[in-house]
């Protein structure tokens, strides 16, 4: 099974990279295919740049990454309670190419934020919008208060209640590739 791993952030030290590299570990027998948004970089999209120009390829490259996947992992940062602004404009440029950007793939979604939230927000947009675009969501969820239930020298949660949510909707990723 090869997985499309990343979070929807540009930050350098983003707590949602940690949490989906953390969770892309505890898939036994996976291909872990791990992408970093910074690495493609995307004019903020406007019609009169596509118009000009075209879609640039790192849409194009990102796109093809996710069909050569069987499932998608991926966690969302949430700014002001919503997508991060570097994921939203690849999504926007992505979905110029295809609208069904995830490719029907089974998908988890997963979110962090240091504090009781834990992005739940963006995390219940990201569901709710995925149909809209080809999402098959297989699971999701929110890690409250990062810091405290996250062992960042060890790269490993730690609330064995939040181990076991996890374990539950990985599970249910594997099992919808192997179905």
Known sequence: MKVLTFAATNSMNSINKALVKYAASKLDGAEIDYVDINDFDLPIYSIDLEEKFGVPEAAHAFLKRISRADAI????????????????????????????????????????????????????????????????????????????????????????????SLEDVLKALQESVTA
Request: aromatic share 10%; net charge negative.
């Open 73 to 164: 992992l991926v966690s969302f940062a949430e700014h002001n309670g919503n997508y991060t602004v570097a994921f939203k404009n690849l999504f926007d440029w992505m979905s110029r190419v295809e609208r069904g950007i995830y490719h029907n793939k089974p998908t988890v979604m997963l979110s962090t934020s240091p504090g009781a939230g834990g992005g739940q927000n963006v995390l219940n947009l990201a569901e709710n919008a995925a149909p809209h675009f080809g999402g098959n969501v297989k699971g999701t969820l929110s890690i409250p208060s990062f810091y405290d239930n996250f062992n960042a020298e060890t790269g490993q949660l730690t609330n064995t209640d939040l181990v076991e």
